[in-house]
């Protein structure tokens, strides 16, 4: 892909004459191909990830598959994904390894799994690995990442750092309109006029961009870091302006959806569930509608709980008793039934919108990612992760990648070289692994 | 002797030029603190420069819990592009309120000569109101041009002098000079060598300390005619601040920090267990403790320790029909609820303090059901600053927590099965006996005196003192000398905005024992804290961080 950068003072200059000008449109986005599955350049419409978490894992020797491969079972506790199986993987026998580090229980494991790190105490400071991912693809839209919570927890597992970690929007009507809202800009409009008010804005952030210099002098390191933080967020902001005053390219797929009722957020649930569709249909649309590439749901996990019921899904795989005949807490299962659903409500939410012969879930990569391989004991051991989409053609789909106790970051590394994130090796310690699943990268 | 006399003028010449290089090389202000507002302090300061009615819209990033503080987490912690999104987007919100129809009149000190054009003395006076008081210091001369700058030119590009001032607003609030504090420190004068906050640092840090807002014009006044670094003038300060109403607010603030009432905010009960505990009734949960404590503390002028024992507190309707308590309410249909003041009668279970209302037994329980551990633990580590560890991993519950288990009915049967394993008995050994004292309270607060049929046994322990029940809960805490040095170490650290250091010992030694001689008055305390050197003393640590931080070269431009 070429590059096109305008100099921020240059383009402001042209700006701040008053008259409205004709901002210069990057060439390379223009228009689609016929069947609408590349850019007319040749190009193919860009990859999007997603990081989908929920605590509590699945029950072990219940979603593993019996073979390993392509075509492989879909096993009981995952059956509601069987319509997506040839777009879904699942991988298997990954551990976290502690390396004598405490287990914070229902921390340590996402940690592992998103940052590739144990943290010695407290909060991790490796980047999530959406955010390594944002920094390699999702630099030229809107929205460098957007984060949602339907449980209602404002805080998110996507960070940049211990000391900047991204809130999570917890109400799908607010979600809408901070993408479809008035700022929205329909790629598919006859004609664009570069909003007078972002141009305004654009040059009230640089502004305070030109002041770093004098803030940060006589500041001790950490807390330069952190003011750097702050400015590469603002950097972020005057981007995401930068391209509210372009022409967008075309997207033959971008629909605006309806405004959804404002919900009440809770963790009952049947509400989670509802909520969590809401979300998963706005942030299909934003994806189509090139408004964002990357994303994290928080389905959260730990307090939901049935209505009228005093114990919550967490509570139960601790007090639950197991089901000799079944093999499994009944009732753990069930709620891990609908955790299973809610994967399935956001794969089939991009799969729902069609993009020239296949559909959007085919450029998008979705992991799936957990805090235990058995909530019971809080175990290291077995995580399931799954990854559901083909990244644009980079990843192959359908299989069951079986390992024998290697470390859970090597799902982390595939995803990011499919994602095209420029890494060989992924992790600290002993989650250090230097090998992707390279059987499924195309 | 002329020769001699050359030689003294002429090394009083090179002395003088020494200091002069000394004096450009070395940084006059050094950074020592760096803490982003809490989203509480944002609102305040809002509403304080622009009045209640202008209203915050948006969702703050969540504030880390440090050292059991949000008030020392906010000093590791930076913005996310997420989170400067949404201050983005708050504070242009904000700007055009300021300037809409309802509001220019009252907040714009002049009105510009044409609505539709520049008008840079009108938006001068403007900024250089609302400016010190944003910033928390005068602005720079550079600085005031800058705003109106900004102003004038997004003024030219959306041809409104109102929305272009308010671009250049927006512009402020979302800067970091807004959002973050900045301690600043300085060479002390009186100790050679040494450095002391500035004046203005001082003034910042007094004000969040004392009214939880930003300084008052009087106190930033004050600390820049030097007052602030004088006992009498400090006082002087410190007194009109505490005599102030706003006080009120201060005092809120540490006890929404340290009670952690922001978990309200995700706060979930299960509706069909508890159609009573309805949003209303949480979130006057919350306000109910604050009126309790900032009566008890204020109004009435109390002891601490009766916080735990009082039988007087303020209920809603919708509260009192949580609690299930007759409430007399000639409130009209349709006017919102009001506060009305109550006093249990005496040997009422739920007459127990602030232990025994919903913002305690409600907010450290399950959705569905009550939790001595989390009671018991919130208990050591809320309100007694103790450590409580983690569950260890690989541990099964099951065994004993089968709530159909017709062998053990109540939570005290199950509970007390689940310690008889080594592995978890030594710390719910610590946490659970005084959680149980509360066990006559179910998740939503509401009182009860049987569970699954069986009489529920309130009798708890805590650190050698038995009770039967909350009220005895309450009188042992009243009692425990950790419930007072708790106090005094959150409030300390609260203050300071900083993690504890072993320097704070023998000082929060003194706080203690001056607490006690005042007979555990809060305001008494805060004046002690506030009018000391402690409170505005620099580490050395932190001017050596700042002081290795390489100079920036200078820009051109």
Redesign the interface.
């Known amino acids: 892909m070429s590059s096109w950068t305008v100099g921020r003072r240059q383009m402001l200059r042209g700006?701040?004459n008053?008259a409205v000008v004709t901002v210069g449109l990057p060439f390379l986005d223009c228009f689609l191909n016929a069947n609408g599955t590349a850019l007319a350049n040749g190009a193919s419409l860009p990859v999007c990830f997603g990081s989908w978490v929920a605590g509590l894992g699945f029950n072990p020797g219940h979603w593993e598959p019996k073979v390993a491969g392509a075509n492989y079972d879909m096993a009981p506790e995952l059956e509601v994904l069987s319509p997506f199986k040839d777009r879904i993987n699942i991988y298997s026998g990954l551990n976290g390894y502690l390396d004598g580090k405490?287990?914070?229980?229902h921390q340590t494991g996402y940690q592992v799994c998103i940052n590739g790190a144990v943290a010695a105490g407290g909060?991790e400071n490796a980047p999530s690995i959406d955010q390594t991912i944002a920094d390699a693809i999702g630099t030229r839209t809107r929205?460098?990442?957007?984060?949602v919570s339907p449980a209602?927890?404002?805080?998110s597992h996507s960070?940049?750092?211990?000391?900047?970690?991204?809130?999570a929007?917890?109400s799908p009507a607010?979600l809408y309109t901070?993408i479809f809202g008035p700022d929205f800009r329909d790629p598919n409009a006859a004609s664009f006029t570069p909003d007078?008010?972002v141009?305004?804005?654009r040059?009230?952030?640089s502004?305070?961009d030109d002041?770093r210099?004098r803030?940060?002098?006589?500041?001790?390191?950490?807390?330069?870091?952190?003011?750097d933080?702050?400015f590469?967020?603002?950097r972020?902001?005057e981007q995401?302006l930068d391209l509210e005053l372009q022409k967008p390219a075309p997207l033959e797929a971008c629909s605006s959806p309806g405004a959804p009722q404002e919900e009440?957020p809770?963790?009952?649930i049947e509400t989670v569930i509802k909520n969590h569709r809401l979300f998963a249909g706005l942030l299909a649309h934003a994806l189509a509608c090139g408004q964002t590439r990357v994303f994290t749901v928080e389905f959260g996990g730990m307090?939901a709980?049935k209505?009228?019921?005093?114990?919550?899904f967490h509570?139960l795989t601790?007090?639950?008793?197991?089901d000799l005949n079944l093999g499994y807490?009944p009732t753990v299962h069930w709620f891990m039934l609908r955790v299973a659903e809610g994967f399935r409500d956001m794969v089939a939410a991009l799969d729902g919108i069609r993009e020239g012969d296949g559909t959007l879930l085919d450029r998008c990569l979705v992991m799936y990612a957990t805090d235990t391989g058995n909530a019971?004991?809080?175990?290291?051991d077995n995580i399931p992760l799954l990854t559901a989409g083909r990244a644009g053609g980079r990843m192959k789909s359908g299989v069951h990648l079986a390992a024998q106790g290697d470390p859970v970051t090597r799902v982390g590394l595939t995803v990011q070289q499919a994602m095209g994130v420029p890494v060989s090796g992924w992790g600290t310690e002993s989650n250090r692994t230097s090998k992707p699943f390279s059987e499924v990268l195309a | 002797m002329t020769k001699i006399l050359w030689l003294l003028s002429s090394l009083a010449l090179s002395l003088v030029f020494a200091t002069r290089v000394q004096a450009e090389s070395a940084?006059r202000?050094?950074?020592v603190?760096?803490s982003r507002l809490t989203a509480e302090q944002y609102r305040q300061i809002i509403a304080d420069v622009f009045g209640p009615t202008v209203v915050v819209d948006g969702?703050?990033?969540?504030d880390?819990r440090k050292d059991g503080l949000l008030a020392i987490g906010t000093d590791?912690?930076?913005?996310?592009?997420?989170?400067?999104?949404?201050y983005?987007?708050m504070a242009?919100g904000i700007a055009s309120q300021v300037v809409d129809r309802d509001h220019r009149d009252t907040l714009l000190p002049c009105k510009p000569i044409s609505p539709a054009a520049a008008d840079d003395a009108c938006a001068g006076q403007f900024f250089a109101k609302v400016g010190p008081l944003l910033y928390r210091r005068p602005l720079a001369p550079d600085e005031l041009e800058?705003r109106v700058a900004?102003a004038r030119?997004?003024t030219?590009?959306?041809?409104d002098f109102y929305?272009?001032l308010a671009?250049?607003l927006?512009?402020m609030l979302?800067?970091?000079?807004f959002?973050?504090r900045r301690d600043m420190a300085e060479p002390d004068p009186d100790h050679p060598g040494q450095y002391r906050l500035t004046g203005l640092s001082k003034a910042s840090r007094l004000s969040f300390f004392l009214w939880n807002a930003a300084p008052d014009t009087i106190l930033l006044t004050a600390a820049e005619a030097g007052e602030l670094d004088t006992e009498t003038g400090l006082s002087r300060q410190v007194d009109r601040m505490l005599a102030s109403p706003r006080l009120e607010d201060g005092v809120r603030a540490f006890f929404t920090d340290m009670l952690q009432f922001d978990q309200f905010?995700?706060l979930?009960k299960?509706?069909?267990?508890y159609p009573r505990f309805t949003?209303i009734a949480a979130h006057d949960a919350r306000e109910q403790t604050l009126r309790t404590i900032t009566d008890h503390l204020l109004t009435r002028h109390g002891d601490y320790r009766d916080l735990f024992t009082t039988s007087k507190t303020f209920l809603t309707p919708s509260l009192a029909a949580v609690y299930g308590v007759p409430l007399p309410d000639d409130t009209p249909n349709g006017a919102a609820e009001s506060w009305i003041p109550h006093e249990y009668a005496p040997n009422d279970p739920r007459g127990a303090g602030i232990l025994a209302e919903a913002s305690f037994v409600a907010l450290h329980s399950?959705?569905?059901?009550s939790s001595p551990t989390l009671r018991g633990r919130a208990l050591r580590e809320v309100l007694l600053c103790q450590k409580v560890p983690?569950?260890p991993?690989?541990?099964?519950?099951?065994l004993v927590?089968?709530?159909?288990n017709p062998q053990y009915k109540t939570t005290r049967e199950r509970l007390t099965a689940h310690r008889s394993q080594p592995t978890c008995a030594g710390c719910h050994r610590l946490i659970d006996p005084m959680g149980l004292a509360l066990e006559n309270f179910d998740?939503s607060g509401g009182f009860r005196t049987r569970e699954n049929g069986v009489a529920i046994d309130a009798s708890g322990e805590l650190d050698g003192a038995k009770f039967s029940d909350a009220p005895g809960l309450g009188r042992a805490m009243h009692d425990n000398p950790s419930a007072t040095s708790c106090l005094v170490t959150r409030l300390y650290a609260y203050a300071t905005g900083r993690s504890r250091t072993k320097a704070d010992t023998d000082f929060e030694k003194g706080l203690a024992k001056d607490f006690a001689d005042n007979g555990y008055r809060l305001p008494e305390l805060m004046q002690a804290i506030a009018a000391s050197d402690n409170f505005y003393s620099v580490t050395g640590t932190?001017i050596?961080?700042?002081?290795?931080?390489p100079?920036?070269a200078r820009?051109a431009n």
Do not use: C, W
């Open positions: 700006m701040m008053g405490p287990n914070v229980v909060g929205f460098r990442s957007l984060e209602g927890s404002r805080s960070r940049r750092s211990a000391s900047a970690v991204n809130p929007e917890i607010a901070r007078p008010r141009m305004a804005r040059s009230v952030l502004a305070v002041h210099q803030l940060v002098q006589n500041v001790g390191a950490a807390d330069r870091a952190r003011l933080e702050y590469t967020a603002l972020g902001l995401q009440m809770g963790t009952e307090a709980h209505a009228g019921d005093s114990a919550t509570t601790h007090e639950e008793g197991t807490q019971r004991y809080h175990s290291m | 940084p202000e050094v950074e603190g760096l969702i703050f990033e969540p880390p590791s912690v930076s913005v996310t592009a997420t989170g400067l999104e949404q983005d987007a242009h800058e900004v030119a997004a030219g590009t959306v041809k929305a272009g671009l250049s927006g512009g979302e800067a970091p000079e959002l973050f905010a995700e979930s299960d509706t069909t267990i949003p399950h959705p569905g059901r983690d569950p991993a690989n541990v099964d519950f099951t927590q089968d709530v159909n998740s932190q050596g961080a700042a002081a290795a931080a100079q920036p820009q």
